[in-house]
C-alpha cells in the first residue's frame, strides 16, 4: 500500500493511530523477543498492510501458525489480497474479542501476542478488556508484545500489564520513526 493510500485510511480512521508502518528495524526488534525456531501460535493485533505478518511468515516454522485480528476493513481487504499463506488466518474484528477468534481455529492458548492497536485511543474498560483476555488466551510464559508510539503514559498499558502479567517491562526504541515504547508483558 502506497504512503498516500495509508495515510487517507488514516484520516478516515483515528485508530489506525500512525501516519506510517513501523520500519524494518523496528518489526525486527519485537519479533528478536520471540523463538520462531519452533512451532507456535502468535497473535496479532491491529496488522494494518502486514509488516509484522510477513516477516512472522517469513521467519516462522511450517507448522505454526499466525491469528491476525484487524478492525479496519480496508486493511483486512488489503491483508487478504497481499498475503496469501495458508498459515495465516484473518479476522476483520476487535482485539477485544479474541477468545472467540483463537477458539475458531482450535486454539486455546497462544505463545505470543503482538499489538500495535493504540492503547491510548481507548476508554479504559476497553484497555483493561484487552489486557485480561490477551493474558488469558497465553500459555503459561507466553508472551504480549505491544508496541506504542514513544509518548505513551503508563495509565494508557503499563498498568494493566502489571496488572495481568507477572512480568512487565519496557523500553524506548528510538531508532523507529516515530521512536517507540515497547513493551514485554510476561504470564
Ligand atoms: C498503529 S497501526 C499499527 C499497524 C502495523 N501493525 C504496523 O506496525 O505498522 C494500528 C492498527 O491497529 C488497528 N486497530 C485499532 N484498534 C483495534 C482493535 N481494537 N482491534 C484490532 N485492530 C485494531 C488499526 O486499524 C490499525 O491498523
Do not use: W
Given at each position: ?41 502468535i ?88 489486557v ?14 505491544p ?41
Amino acid at each position: 500500500m502506497s504512503t498516500k493510500e495509508y495515510v487517507k485510511n488514516l484520516i478516515k480512521d483515528r485508530n489506525i493511530a500512525s501516519i506510517t508502518p513501523t520500519s524494518k528495524i523496528g518489526v525486527r526488534e519485537i519479533c528478536e523477543k520471540m523463538d520462531l525456531s519452533k512451532k507456535v501460535v502468535i497473535v496479532e493485533y491491529g496488522p494494518a498492510t502486514g509488516v509484522f505478518t510477513n516477516y512472522l511468515l517469513e521467519h516462522m516454522t511450517p507448522d505454526s501458525m499466525i491469528i491476525a485480528i484487524e478492525l479496519n476493513e480496508n486493511f483486512v481487504d488489503y491483508l487478504k489480497e497481499n498475503t496469501r499463506d495458508p498459515r495465516l488466518k484473518i479476522h476483520h474484528d476487535s482485539a477485544e474479542n479474541v477468545h472467540e477468534i483463537t477458539r475458531q481455529h482450535g486454539v486455546e492458548k497462544a505463545d505470543y501476542v503482538i499489538s500495535g492497536i493504540p492503547f491510548s485511543l481507548m476508554n479504559e474498560e476497553t484497555r483493561e478488556n484487552i489486557v485480561k483476555r490477551t493474558s488469558h488466551v497465553l500459555k503459561p510464559g507466553g508472551k504480549f508484545l505491544p508496541y506504542q508510539t514513544f509518548f505513551q503514559k503508563d495509565e494508557h498499558l503499563m498498568v494493566y500489564l502489571q496488572d495481568y502479567f507477572s512480568i512487565a517491562q519496557d523500553k524506548f526504541f528510538l531508532r523507529n520513526l516515530p521512536p517507540m515504547r515497547v513493551y514485554e508483558a510476561t504470564k
